[in-house]
């Protein structure tokens, strides 16, 4: 039985349908009938709800259905291993116990049937030290006997087994002889054979019961004992809680509610007004809590009952205290605090104030996110790639001189990622995605673009094999039709339609006038119809001329790409395409710019040129269909498979790391507690605490030291010698033998001080207690375990970054706003954070460098923003705000409103104040705030790798200078007009000053180059396609060399192979491409 919070599924019963032909849903699995469909899709929501535990695997986190299916396989796995000798036994065993815990019911089973064996049970018999197998016939079980010390003899059994080796019967022998195979009686096999035949209620004290259908298979009696049951389980609790009550001191304060006559006998605990006729049974009272004026006003009342109701005579009831004695407070609710005459008497009921109800609970969070109060916070500002924002900007010049619509910015990423993701398959170098857009804007005849070239061939390579590898075309087309059966299908048409028949001659009729007129109207409009079909089905362009002796197929196996080869091959596959229902008018519409009906003789040159013109929207929308294409190729699905497998062994890798460092931690515990142990008799003593003395002659100082050199120097008069008669040191000549003198005690003094010094901390040292070998020893340990937790550490994190390169299969999203805005970025998976490290822009230092922000859905739209009018209003009376005008509110003026727009984020400080405005609060913003998180560094180093890339922090220092000349300018207006004190004319040097002038030169340089630009440097022109020229020898665009002659020298060969190679890249290869 399937549990769900540790009890068993309840099944809803079949309700009554009293009409036959009403539609119901039906669930098999539990044979519940539904007559609503919402019903029915609340009950399948609570089955598929992951919280179901299976009861014979124990299994948890399982949705209804699977833990059902695992119960099933499970219970028929215990029904066949478990022996069927000891079925009957142990469910016999099991029935009425009242064990709570199923751990302790299994041990208690265990350890009473494992050396107790039963009839056909398959047992091994140890006879003469020879082990034989065979199955028990007989059983007799002896009880235990009183021996004549007083002890009692276990019980014992004697067996009788049939051996299967010999073809006969041994016995009787004991249970020592006897054993069981290990594996057919365990623990975990019994726990499961009693999960699956055994159930109990959910009460406290519930017997184990047998199920109903297994008990009558075994002959198992199901007659409950009358103890066990519910009902007089709850009786005897309730009387064990009233004699508790009856036990308590203040329970002999009963009311009365009428007279009690004299000799009326009264039960336990209840008194007659003149006094109690039976006492009851005097506890010793527990320890109370009470201040001892309660406990002195008991003592008085327990004092007054054994006076048989007579007021002690230090108390009196009517007039108070006795004089001299101290005043007992009655106990509240005591019937002898009020004269006998009114004990009889209920109180009159006392009324208070109904409470309050109590305040609703704090919201358990996360919530959901429009639930969430608005906290007045508005989120940075979006930018958009496109020259049609969904909303209006001011003062914004769109960028790409406004050429890119919205409608193309979701192809141009979706195609960018799929060109990095799976660039080695394509053989392309990774480039970063503003080169992309540049590219795809910029190529044309007069400027040629490798990046745009080398992405179209390298894509239609991928379409068809070479003939070197046989040719096959790797995605389905669809058939074109014949020419032939086209024009027949038009003459059959023609021929079937019917010509007018002549009028009549004869006389004329009203009625068959009327009937002409209106076959002539027929006639007219079925005219004026074919006309219009035939205006549809003319050509709209001629794809079918260009194409009529060209097999683009062929020409793809041949690799002709050059002069327009590759550009003729696209106009092939699109008008084989167009027969597709799904891609027809988007091939028609390219192909009605790329071949139009204005073109007179369509060519090779022809369409060449007009590739070259094409509005980059079209560009788009064309690679991104051919991109689409390669999804169906074996050779992404064959690198899908590999990634797979090696994400695989990635995570087998990453367990056994996390499992050492696990281990590594562990002992390192055990290390620090060790530490612990010996670290009192490993530590260094304090330093005793010394003045400070005179290193000359001991007297204590207070840190100021003598200078003898001064004293010294008045005995001579502070002179410097000067004249021969006096020695080098200062000294006269005659006073030369007496300072020697004196500097050979100080020598002796000075010498004899630092012997002693040397003692002294020799002594110190010495009583240094030495670390011992084994704290040494553990602090070893302790390093070592510490760098054995970095190596796996650093480890693990290279295999995170392995699995995240190797994700490949899908765009893995950061997650959703309360709007359900959706945020990618685009290096998260499937590539390495700044491109493959080998190519020829990794300089850049950054892959696409931006977070993007998409719309929500239709669904999502439609069922959380622009709600019904009636779920609007309870959101109004809620939050006093409708949700589209929170979300105007609080996105700042620019937001994105389909799944078809795109704005984003490039700035660094714009992260910070993204997860400033997200809310932790709510569902969606509080995964994607932690995945932002998670990535923050990353994502503000690759802002800041391509602002740097771009130049964008050089035109934002060109604008801060501008603006700082202005506002010098105006600084030296203001100089001008205030009057200066006369000074000599000296060059500036302030920086200010400098500053300007330069500006000013600056600004004059620039007005004299306007009058001859140069030609602007782009930068998708510095990549160069370095993969195909390592790994094929050539540019995808170019024809591959012919294959050179076995007998060519080597000197031929390197010439041959300087001619086909291109010039080299700006930037040199490290080696081969990174793991993915």
Same mark, same amino acid.
């Given at each position: 039985?399937?549990?769900?919070?540790?009890?068993?599924?309840?099944?809803?019963?079949?309700?009554?349908?009293?009409?036959?032909?009403?539609?119901?849903?039906?669930?098999?699995?539990?044979?519940?009938?539904?007559?609503?469909?919402?019903?029915?899709?609340?009950?399948?929501?609570?089955?598929?709800?992951?919280?179901?535990?299976?009861?014979?695997?124990?299994?948890?986190?399982?949705?209804?259905?699977?833990?059902?299916?695992?119960?099933?396989?499970?219970?028929?796995?215990?029904?066949?291993?478990?022996?069927?000798?000891?079925?009957?036994?142990?469910?016999?065993?099991?029935?009425?116990?009242?064990?709570?815990?199923?751990?302790?019911?299994?041990?208690?089973?265990?350890?009473?049937?494992?050396?107790?064996?039963?009839?056909?049970?398959?047992?091994?018999?140890?006879?003469?030290?020879?082990?034989?197998?065979?199955?028990?016939?007989?059983?007799?079980?002896?009880?235990?006997?009183?021996?004549?010390?007083?002890?009692?003899?276990?019980?014992?059994?004697?067996?009788?087994?049939?051996?299967?080796?010999?073809?006969?019967?041994?016995?009787?022998?004991?249970?020592?002889?006897?054993?069981?195979?290990?594996?057919?009686?365990?623990?975990?096999?019994?726990?499961?054979?009693?999960?699956?035949?055994?159930?109990?209620?959910?009460?406290?004290?519930?017997?184990?019961?047998?199920?109903?259908?297994?008990?009558?298979?075994?002959?198992?009696?199901?007659?409950?004992?009358?103890?066990?049951?519910?009902?007089?389980?709850?009786?005897?609790?309730?009387?064990?809680?009233?004699?508790?009550?009856?036990?308590?001191?203040?329970?002999?304060?009963?009311?009365?509610?009428?007279?009690?006559?004299?000799?009326?006998?009264?039960?336990?605990?209840?008194?007659?007004?003149?006094?109690?006729?039976?006492?009851?049974?005097?506890?010793?009272?527990?320890?109370?809590?009470?201040?001892?004026?309660?406990?002195?006003?008991?003592?008085?009342?327990?004092?007054?009952?054994?006076?048989?109701?007579?007021?002690?005579?230090?108390?009196?009831?009517?007039?108070?205290?006795?004089?001299?004695?101290?005043?007992?407070?009655?106990?509240?609710?005591?019937?002898?605090?009020?004269?006998?005459?009114?004990?009889?008497?209920?109180?009159?009921?006392?009324?208070?104030?109904?409470?309050?109800?109590?305040?609703?609970?704090?919201?358990?969070?996360?919530?959901?996110?429009?639930?969430?109060?608005?906290?007045?916070?508005?989120?940075?500002?979006?930018?958009?790639?496109?020259?049609?924002?969904?909303?209006?900007?001011?003062?914004?010049?769109?960028?790409?001189?406004?050429?890119?619509?919205?409608?193309?910015?979701?192809?141009?990423?979706?195609?960018?990622?799929?060109?990095?993701?799976?660039?080695?398959?394509?053989?392309?170098?990774?480039?970063?995605?503003?080169?992309?857009?540049?590219?795809?804007?910029?190529?044309?005849?007069?400027?040629?673009?490798?990046?745009?070239?080398?992405?179209?061939?390298?894509?239609?390579?991928?379409?068809?094999?070479?003939? $070197?590898?046989?040719?096959?075309?790797?995605? *389905? #087309?669809?058939?074109? %039709?014949? /020419? @032939?059966?086209?024009? +027949?299908? =038009?003459?059959?048409?023609?021929?079937?339609?019917?010509?007018?028949?002549?009028?009549?001659?004869?006389?004329?009729?009203?009625?068959?006038?009327?009937?002409?007129?209106?076959?002539?109207?027929?006639?007219?409009?079925?005219?004026?119809?074919?006309?219009?079909?035939?205006?549809?089905?003319?050509?709209?362009?001629?794809?079918?001329?260009?194409?009529?002796?060209?097999?683009?197929?062929?020409?793809?196996?041949?690799?002709?790409?050059?002069?327009?080869?590759?550009?003729?091959?696209?106009?092939?596959?699109?008008?084989?395409?167009?027969?597709?229902?799904?891609?027809? $008018?988007?091939?028609?519409?390219?192909?009605? *710019? #790329?071949?139009?009906? %204005?073109? /007179? @003789?369509?060519?090779? +040159?022809? =369409?060449?040129?007009?590739?070259?013109?094409?509005?980059?929207?079209?560009?788009?929308?064309?690679?991104?269909?051919?991109?689409?294409?390669?999804?169906?190729?074996?050779?992404?699905?064959?690198?899908?498979?590999?990634?797979?497998?090696?994400?695989?062994?990635?995570?087998?890798?990453?367990?056994?790391?996390?499992?050492?460092?696990?281990?590594?931690?562990?002992?390192?515990?055990?290390?620090?507690?060790?530490?612990?142990?010996?670290?009192?008799?490993?530590?260094?003593?304090?330093?005793?605490?010394?003045?400070?003395?005179?290193?000359?002659?001991?007297?204590?100082?207070?840190?100021?030291?003598?200078?003898?050199?001064?004293?010294?120097?008045?005995?001579?008069?502070?002179?410097?010698?000067?004249?021969?008669?006096?020695?080098?040191?200062?000294?006269?000549?005659?006073?030369?033998?007496?300072?020697?003198?004196?500097?050979?005690?100080?020598?002796?003094?000075?010498?004899?001080?630092?012997?002693?010094?040397?003692?002294?901390?020799?002594?110190?040292?010495?009583?240094?207690?030495?670390?011992?070998?084994?704290?040494?020893?553990?602090?070893?340990?302790?390093?070592?375990?510490?760098?054995?937790?970095?190596?796996?550490?650093?480890?693990?994190?290279?295999?995170?970054?392995?699995?995240?390169?190797?994700?490949?299969?899908?765009?893995?999203?950061?997650?959703?706003?309360?709007?359900?805005?959706?945020?990618?970025?685009?290096?998260?998976?499937?590539?390495?954070?700044?491109?493959?490290?080998?190519?020829?822009?990794?300089?850049?230092?950054?892959?696409?460098?931006?977070?993007?922000?998409?719309?929500?859905?239709?669904?999502?739209?439609?069922?959380?923003?622009?709600?019904?009018?009636?779920?609007?209003?309870?959101?109004?009376?809620?939050?006093?705000?409708?949700?589209?005008?929170?979300?105007?509110?609080?996105?700042?003026?620019?937001?994105?409103?389909?799944?078809?727009?795109?704005?984003?984020?490039?700035?660094?400080?714009?992260?910070?104040?993204?997860?400033?405005?997200?809310?932790?609060?709510?569902?969606?913003?509080?995964?994607?705030?932690?995945?932002?998180?998670?990535?923050?560094?990353?994502?503000?180093?690759?802002?800041?790798?391509?602002?740097?890339?771009?130049?964008?922090?050089?035109?934002?220092?060109?604008?801060?200078?501008?603006?700082?000349?202005?506002?010098?300018?105006?600084?030296?207006?203001?100089?001008?007009?205030?009057?200066?004190?006369?000074?000599?004319?000296?060059?500036?040097?302030?920086?200010?000053?400098?500053?300007?002038?330069?500006?000013?030169?600056?600004?004059?340089?620039?007005?004299?180059?306007?009058?001859?630009?140069?030609?602007?440097?782009?930068?998708?022109?510095?990549?160069?396609?370095?993969?195909?020229?390592?790994?094929?020898?050539?540019?995808?665009?170019?024809?591959?060399?012919?294959?050179?002659?076995?007998?060519?020298?080597?000197?031929?060969?390197?010439?041959?192979?300087?001619?086909?190679?291109?010039?080299?890249?700006?930037?040199?290869?490290?080696?081969?491409?990174?793991?993915?």
């Amino acid at each position: 039985m399937v549990l769900f919070k540790r009890k068993p599924v309840q099944f809803i019963p079949v309700p009554n349908i009293e009409d036959e032909s009403q539609e119901v849903w039906h669930i098999p699995q539990t044979g519940e009938i539904f007559v609503t469909y919402e019903d029915y899709l609340n009950r399948m929501d609570f089955y598929n709800q992951k919280r179901f535990i299976c009861t014979i695997t124990g299994h948890s986190g399982l949705t209804f259905f699977e833990a059902l299916s695992s119960e099933t396989a499970g219970a028929a796995e215990v029904e066949q291993a478990f022996p069927e000798a000891l079925k009957g036994p142990v469910l016999r065993r099991v029935q009425f116990q009242t064990v709570s815990r199923i751990d302790t019911l299994v041990d208690q089973v265990y350890d009473e049937f494992k050396n107790d064996y039963y009839p056909g049970e398959t047992v091994t018999v140890s006879i003469d030290s020879e082990k034989l197998h065979g199955v028990v016939r007989d059983k007799t079980r002896f009880g235990g006997t009183v021996l004549p010390d007083g002890s009692t003899a276990p019980p014992y059994s004697r067996y009788f087994v049939s051996l299967k080796e010999r073809q006969e019967e041994v016995g009787p022998i004991n249970d020592s002889q006897i054993s069981r195979d290990r594996k057919v009686f365990t623990k975990s096999v019994l726990r499961s054979f009693i999960k699956k035949t055994v159930t109990r209620e959910a009460w406290n004290g519930a017997p184990w019961l047998v199920k109903t259908d297994i008990a009558e298979r075994y002959h198992i009696d199901t007659r409950i004992p009358p103890h066990l049951r519910y009902d007089n389980k709850l009786l005897e609790r309730k009387q064990i809680q009233a004699q508790k009550r009856m036990a308590q001191p203040g329970a002999m304060g009963t009311e009365f509610h009428g007279h009690t006559s004299h000799n009326t006998p009264t039960s336990p605990g209840q008194f007659s007004p003149t006094g109690p006729v039976r006492l009851p049974e005097l506890k010793p009272a527990p320890k109370s809590h009470k201040s001892k004026a309660q406990q002195a006003a008991q003592a008085a009342a327990q004092e007054a009952r054994q006076n048989g109701g007579a007021v002690s005579r230090k108390h009196n009831l009517f007039n108070g205290p006795e004089p001299g004695g101290f005043m007992h407070l009655p106990l509240p609710g005591n019937p002898f605090q009020f004269p006998l005459s009114y004990r009889s008497h209920t109180l009159p009921p006392i009324y208070s104030a109904p409470e309050p109800p109590p305040p609703p609970p704090p919201p358990k969070y996360p919530i959901e996110d429009l639930q969430v109060e608005s906290r007045g916070l508005v989120r940075p500002q979006l930018k958009y790639l496109c020259a049609d924002p969904p909303v209006e900007l001011e003062n914004v010049k769109p960028p790409f001189d406004g050429k890119i619509l919205m409608k193309s910015v979701g192809p141009l990423l979706e195609t960018w990622d799929t060109l990095n993701v799976y660039c080695e398959i394509f053989k392309l170098d990774s480039f970063t995605f503003d080169d992309f857009v540049e590219a795809m804007q910029l190529a044309s005849e007069e400027m040629p673009v490798q990046l745009f070239n080398e992405i179209h061939c390298a894509v239609l390579k991928i379409l068809v094999s070479s003939e $070197a590898e046989g040719g096959k075309v790797q995605i *389905q #087309l669809p058939e074109l %039709e014949e /020419e @032939e059966e086209e024009e +027949e299908e =038009v003459d059959d048409s023609a021929a079937a339609t019917p010509e007018p028949e002549s009028l009549p001659t004869a006389r004329a009729t009203r009625s068959s006038l009327a009937k002409m007129e209106a076959e002539r109207l027929a006639a007219e409009a079925a005219a004026a119809e074919r006309e219009m079909q035939e205006a549809e089905d003319a050509p709209k362009h001629r794809a079918e001329e260009v194409l009529k002796d060209y097999d683009w197929i062929e020409h793809l196996r041949k690799r002709d790409f050059k002069d327009g080869g590759w550009e003729l091959i696209m106009v092939g596959l699109l008008h084989q395409l167009s027969k597709n229902e799904r891609l027809n $008018a988007s091939c028609e519409e390219l192909l009605e *710019q #790329l071949v139009p009906v %204005e073109d /007179e @003789e369509p060519s090779r +040159e022809t =369409v060449r040129a007009r590739y070259a013109s094409l509005d980059v929207n079209y560009r788009v929308q064309a690679l991104q269909i051919i991109c689409m294409l390669t999804a169906e190729t074996k050779a992404i699905r064959g690198y899908m498979e590999d990634c797979s497998e090696q994400m695989t062994a990635y995570r087998k890798e990453k367990i056994e790391w996390q499992r050492k460092r696990k281990q590594a931690v562990e002992d390192l515990k055990n290390l620090n507690d060790q530490r612990k142990i010996l670290l009192p008799d490993n530590m260094p003593p304090s330093p005793p605490l010394e003045a400070k003395t005179n290193g000359v002659n001991g007297t204590h100082t207070n840190g100021d030291v003598k200078m003898t050199d001064v004293d010294e120097m008045s005995l001579t008069g502070g002179e410097i010698p000067d004249s021969e008669n006096e020695d080098g040191d200062g000294t006269p000549a005659g006073l030369r033998n007496l300072r020697r003198g004196n500097d050979r005690a100080a020598e002796r003094k000075r010498k004899e001080e630092e012997k002693k010094a040397r003692a002294e901390a020799a002594a110190a040292a010495a009583k240094v207690p030495k670390q011992s070998k084994a704290f040494l020893k553990v602090l070893k340990d302790i390093q070592k375990k510490e760098d054995e937790i970095a190596e796996c550490e650093k480890e693990i994190a290279i295999i995170d970054n392995d699995l995240r390169e190797a994700d490949c299969p899908r765009t893995r999203v950061l997650g959703k706003d309360r709007f359900w805005n959706r945020y990618y970025w685009f290096e998260r998976n499937g590539m390495p954070y700044g491109g493959l490290p080998d190519s020829s822009t990794a300089h850049a230092g950054y892959a696409n460098g931006c977070i993007w922000v998409q719309g929500p859905d239709e669904l999502e739209r439609e069922g959380y923003i622009d709600m019904k009018e009636e779920w609007q209003n309870e959101y109004v009376a809620k939050f006093g705000i409708t949700v589209p005008e929170r979300k105007k509110k609080e996105e700042g003026g620019t937001s994105v409103f389909k799944a078809t727009q795109w704005g984003f984020y490039e700035r660094a400080e714009d992260v910070d104040k993204l997860l400033e405005w997200l809310d932790p609060r709510g569902q969606n913003e509080i995964k994607l705030r932690k995945e932002i998180v998670n990535y923050r560094d990353r994502i503000q180093k690759g802002m800041e790798s391509r602002k740097t890339y771009l130049g964008l922090d050089k035109v934002a220092e060109e604008e801060e200078k501008k603006k700082e000349g202005e506002n010098g300018d105006a600084m030296e207006g203001v100089e001008a007009t205030t009057p200066a004190v006369e000074e000599p004319v000296v060059q500036p040097t302030t920086k200010g000053r400098g500053k300007r002038n330069t500006r000013g030169q600056n600004s004059r340089a620039a007005t004299t180059r306007q009058a001859t630009p140069e030609p602007p440097a782009y930068r998708c022109l510095a990549w160069v396609n370095t993969t195909a020229i390592e790994e094929i020898g050539h540019l995808h665009g170019d024809q591959p060399p012919p294959a050179r002659n076995r007998k060519q020298s080597k000197k031929k060969q390197e010439a041959a192979k300087e001619e086909v190679e291109v010039a080299p890249a700006p930037t040199t290869r490290s080696g081969k491409k990174g793991k993915k």
